[in-house]
């Protein structure tokens, strides 16, 4: 399984989290090798049965896996969606969505069919959503063959694991966790709490500080008595971009188009240069 955006593909740059979500989990699942199944699932599987004796679980399961396939393909998923995404939020807001992701596949499968459970598919899961929500028309290569769009192909991922789920045709997959983190993840992302939305106090938004493209006007100082050609030139083009940063401030970053994005990305280069 490949994609296209951007650079996307083999050659995209692997970012801090997923790198050290790949060596932990792959650790993780050296350590089961060498100790054994039954040892590593009593003590870090999520078991509804012992969830206040051991509630770790709720988190640990997420580094579990039954088997090489299984974890190869949670691995390969998230190497090819979450750069991406890690790039896009930053480490710490991707961290918490997956792991947010993580915990509602364990909520809703202990909700609907309490059973022992291992894997990262639930958060994995909510990081393909992710994906497929901001770049919903990204072409997926199935087999490095067919195109799938990102959107399509989550859908038909979310259709599948909720039909196995209702018809109780598990045979050993948790599909009620893979729905719970597709649920989860698209909560979140269209709650206030989503990544790039403003954080809400006492009711009140707070508007996100906005980016100090036009030195000393968002400290407050006094207009310069003549304005360069350069800046009146300018002027136009900065407050396009604070419109943008607007709707960034009030929906979040998932929201912009392709022109908004190209735009901050032009003044992002014009202030480097500068």
Not at 3 to 14: I, S
Request: one cysteine or more; glycine letters at 10%; aromatic letters at 14%.
């Amino acid at each position: 399984m490949t994609y296209t955006y951007r650079t996307f593909g083999f050659g995209n740059v692997l970012t801090p989290v997923v790198k050290r979500l790949l060596i932990a989990n792959a650790v993780a699942f050296g350590v089961t090798l060498l100790v054994g199944k039954a040892f590593i699932y009593d003590w870090f599987a999520f078991q509804p049965t012992r969830i206040f004796i051991r509630p770790w679980g709720v988190f640990t399961y997420m580094f579990v896996h039954g088997g090489f396939m299984h974890i190869a393909v949670n691995m390969l998923a998230l190497f090819f969606f979450g750069s991406p995404l890690e790039e896009r939020w930053g480490s710490r807001e991707f961290f918490k969505y997956y792991v947010i992701c993580g915990l509602g596949g364990v909520a809703l499968s202990y909700v609907f069919l309490p059973a022992a459970i291992v894997g990262a598919s639930a958060a994995v899961f909510g990081v393909m959503l992710a994906f497929a929500m901001i770049w919903p028309d990204s072409p997926i290569y199935i087999w490095a063959i067919f195109p799938v769009k990102a959107k399509w192909l989550v859908a038909f991922f979310f259709v599948v694991n909720l039909v196995s789920a209702l018809s109780d045709s598990g045979g050993g997959v948790a599909y009620m966790a893979h729905v719970g983190g597709l649920i989860t993840g698209f909560i979140y992302l269209k709650s206030r709490w989503r990544p790039g939305r403003s954080v809400q106090r006492h009711g009140r938004p707070v508007r996100a500080r906005r980016m100090a493209i036009v030195p000393g006007e968002e400290r407050g100082d006094a207009p310069r008595a003549a304005a360069s050609p350069r800046r009146r030139e300018d002027k136009s083009l900065y407050d396009a971009v604070d419109a943008v940063l607007d709707k960034i401030s009030a929906e979040g970053m998932a929201s912009l188009t392709p022109d908004e994005l190209k735009l901050l990305d032009e003044v992002s280069r014009r202030h480097r240069s500068n």
